[in-house]
């Protein structure tokens, strides 16, 4: 079956423009986390959606971060006036359900503010 | 201090050779722990998945945890040229969603 699929794959972007990034989870997963993977550093978690509960944006890094998820599925992460330290690959993943389950990841987004 | 120390490498290994990859950890709440592979311009893929201490293996790999000294380690045995890839360990408490993770090893097979 398909796996989470994250658009677009590169972005290039100027200081201070407005950025989407769009993920699709597998189908049927209630559950979908935004991470940030920035060069020699780990996977940073971001944001967790769990069904119609409230999400946990505990790990977003500024006001300038945001995210939504429509009908349970499809999320977009909102970054406003980006900055050269936003630069990073934006890993989106989703899992059957919240909790202690197997996250499965998608390819990611390379953001590059120049 | 990072709650999940993990030397990035470089490694490399010519092929056949045992790869010895490891994490050390701060929070001693945590009880799952997990090997990512990641090929280049790929998303993590989840390799191995271990609750609390010991042993486990499966085909070339072997997982190992001790929370004693809150040491984890993966043995790639017999390294093929496909192992090549960024190994990344995992971490999380019981019932917590949110995994915490080590910066990532690199390692490169040689054939």
């Known amino acids: 079956g398909a796996g989470v699929s994250q658009s677009p794959s590169n972005k290039v972007t100027e200081k201070g423009k407005d950025v989407e990034l769009r993920c699709d989870p597998i189908?049927?997963?209630?559950?979908l986390y935004w991470y940030r993977q920035s060069l020699g550093q780990g996977l940073e978690f971001l944001i967790y959606f769990q069904g119609n509960s409230a999400p946990d944006k505990s790990g977003l890094p500024s006001d300038r971060f945001s995210a939504e998820r429509t009908g349970g599925s499809v999320s977009t992460l909102t970054i406003q006036r980006t900055q050269q330290e936003d630069s990073a690959v934006y890993l989106c993943a989703s899992s059957l359900a919240g909790g202690p389950h197997e996250q499965y990841f998608g390819p990611g987004t390379r953001l590059t503010v120049t | 201090q990072k709650e999940v120390e993990q030397d990035p490498g470089p490694l490399s290994v010519p092929e056949g050779a045992i790869v010895s990859l490891n994490c050390t950890y701060s929070?001693?709440?945590?009880?799952?722990f997990m090997w990512y592979r990641q090929y280049s311009r790929k998303g993590p893929e989840l390799l191995m998945y271990?609750?609390?201490?010991g042993n486990k293996e499966d085909g070339r790999f072997t997982a190992q945890v001790d929370k004693s000294s809150k040491y984890i380690s993966l043995f790639i045995r017999d390294s093929q040229p496909s192992d090549s890839a960024t190994y990344l360990c995992a971490m999380r408490e019981t019932n917590d969603y949110k995994l915490s993770f080590g910066a990532g090893t690199t390692v490169t097979v040689r054939a």
């Open positions: 271990t609750y609390s201490s």
């Open positions: 189908s049927g997963h209630t559950a």
């Open positions: 929070n001693s709440a945590f009880q799952y």
